[in-house]
């Protein structure tokens, strides 16, 4: 069975700019979250979706939203980038809602903003 | 609000000693705990979950213990490797949704 994928693993932007970053969770699995990681601040909750809708979000500003679809894939935005949003951007995967069992990781999206 | 700290936060070992990692956490209202190994500019591998009505959960040379009530969870690696070197983090989830909580992680250097 195939992992959590993430697309793409790089990205470099520059201040103002948008990005959108999608990740694929493990077949049959239907909540996803996000999180942010960062050398300051380490390992960062941003959002949790299950069935198309979220359910918890982080202390991050309204500049970074996501959504999911109907296939449990799911995109985070971020937009008018600014420097402190360069980090790893991590999206984990699991089978349901509610920390029933393990979560998954994908490999990250490593955004670099100039 | 919940938060977790790891101690060490960085241990260096020879070959085949083995070792104990320590995790604590200040709410006790916790659905499971997950520990991770993280290599340099990879993503997180799951290793070990704990329900909160476990005690431990061994998975080859690893075994994690959690002791709810104190609010501390343990990661035991025996015979360590070089192929252990890694940052271990672990995590905790309260009782609403996904969300995970980590801790800061303890980078373990194996030396051959």
Redesign the interface.
Known sequence: KAGVTQTPRYLIKTRGQQVTLSCSPISGHRSVSWYQQTPGQGLQFLFEYFSETQRNKGNFPGRFSGRQFSNSRSEMNVSTLELGDSALYLCASSLDYGGVGTQYFGPGTRLLVL | KQEVTQIPAALSVPEGENLVLNCSFTDSAI??L?W?RQDP??????LL?IQSSQREQTSGRLNASLDKSSGRSTLYIAASQPGDSATY?C?V??T??????????TQLTVNP
């Not at chain 2, 500019?41 to 799951?46: C, E």
């Open positions: 659905y499971n997950q991770f500019g990879k993503g997180l591998t799951s979950l983090l995590a989830i309260g609403s949704g996904s969300r995970l909580t980590f801790g800061e992680g």
